[in-house]
């Protein structure tokens, strides 16, 4: 868990998306599926487009959301492994 | 100059001179199979065909579905049976094919790439039906319902069944038939545009109409739009073009069962 917590996101950059009423659409070539983000999950996608860590963007979402740190890891850690799933995200070192 | 056989149809708007030099009793076919499409006036969109019997068919093992390439010489679709490239400026288009029946892929393919990178419109797998006071897009995948809705709308005239062409002209939306495509013999398709007065979702079950947030409406509608380009620019600007759709048209979600009774709901919504 802690592993992943320091590694960065790094978005689909063949996936096609808008961001709609703060929602996010995005289409994901390998399936052609369109997958709508709730609004955190679009925040957390948008923040993992800025280059920080997952550890970074579960501190911001602490900052812009009233939620406890651990809730917001649980749920961060659980939201990104379903978006690698999707392949609509990657995981990659930040030491590369 | 040679003149080559053509002529121009009318296709959801777009007036497509088509040409074929190589085979002219496809072009006597095409203008006796869609009669009513056929019109006069400058073409919008050239669309020359040669029928080229040195492609493959039937298609080679393993393949799977066709890929359209975007480059520097426009959209290009390299199919086992078909050839066809559309020109950067979306004004021409050049096609090898085997079959009479793939000119009717050439055009489809070539309306549902221009349209949404025009920002024009969009062709959806849907059923259209035009009621009293204009028409109504019933989009969705295979089994959705689109074929019960025709079939259980008496009295009405149907626009599309399979496939239908949605496009904004003047700030407002039309809807068209496609021709050339799945039962064209049984619908009296007509060239001419219905405007549009709004879009359901279809659900099985007891007739009755809900409403639908414009993000459940787009996903929906995405699912059902035909667009064969695969580069983000390209997708993000059907996006755009579907994201404003559900924004600008009434959508509701219709829940109707195997009799025309959801028609009651519709007229009465």
């Known amino acids: 868990m802690t592993e992943v917590l320091q590694q960065i996101i790094v978005l ?15 289409i994901t070539p390998h399936d052609n599926q369109i997958h709508n983000l709730t609004s955190v999950a679009t925040r957390v996608w948008e923040l993992g487009g800025e280059g920080l860590t997952v550890g970074d963007i579960v501190g911001k979402i602490v900052e812009e959301y009233d939620v406890e740190r651990e809730t917001a890891e649980k749920d961060i850690l659980a939201l990104v492994q379903d ?3 999707r392949r609509i995200v990657s995981l990659d070192d930040p030491a590369k | 100059m040679t003149e080559h056989p053509s ?20 072009i006597r076919a095409l203008a006796h199979d869609v009669a009513p499409f056929v019109v006069g006036g400058e073409p919008t969109l050239d669309v020359s065909i040669e029928f080229d019997h040195t492609l493959m068919d ?24 078909h050839w066809i490239r559309i020109s950067p400026g979306l004004d021409r288009v050049d096609a090898r094919v085997i079959r009479y029946f793939q000119v009717a892929t050439v055009l489809r393919i070539a309306l549902c790439t221009i349209l949404p990178i025009r920002g024009q ?60 495509w799945a039962r064209l013999y049984a619908l009296s ?14 659900a099985k079950g007891s007739p009755q109409i809900n409403p639908v947030t414009s993000r ?51 007229e009465r919504d």
């Not at chain 2, 002529?7 to 496809?26: D, F, H, K, M, Q």
């Not at chain 2, 799977?64 to 049976?81: A, N």
């Open chain 2, 121 to 180: 419109g969009f062709l959806t797998h849907a059923a259209a039906i035009a009621g009293n006071s204009g028409g109504y897009l019933f989009p969705g995948r295979s089994g959705a319902g689109k074929s019960t809705i025709v079939e259980n709308s008496p009295g009405k005239r149907c626009l599309a069944e399979e496939n239908a062409v949605v496009r904004k002209e003047n700030g407002e939306y039309q809807v068209f038939g496609f021709p050339l």
């Open chain 1, 83 to 85: 978006l690698v799933e």
């Open chain 2, 189 to 202: 398709m007509i060239p001419e545009p219905t405007p549009l007065k709004g879009m359901f979702l279809l």
């Open chain 2, 216 to 266: 459940h409406a787009l996903t929906y509608l995405m699912r059902s739009v035909c667009f064969p380009l695969e580069d983000v620019e390209s997708r993000n600007r059907v996006l755009d073009t579907c994201s404003k759709f559900v924004r600008e048209v009434p959508v509701a979600e219709l829940v109707f069962a195997k009799n025309p009774e959801f028609w009651r709901c519709i």
């Open chain 2, 58 to 81: 039937p298609p080679a093992p393993g393949w799977k579905k066709f890929r359209m390439v975007r480059s520097e010489d426009g959209y290009v679709v390299s199919g086992p049976s």
């Open chain 2, 7 to 26: 002529v121009i149809l009318s296709l959801s708007g777009e007036r497509c001179r088509v040409t074929c030099a190589n085979n002219p009793a496809a």
């Open chain 1, 12 to 26: 689909n950059p063949d996936a096609a998306s808008r961001v709609i009423d703060g929602e996010a659409f995005i």
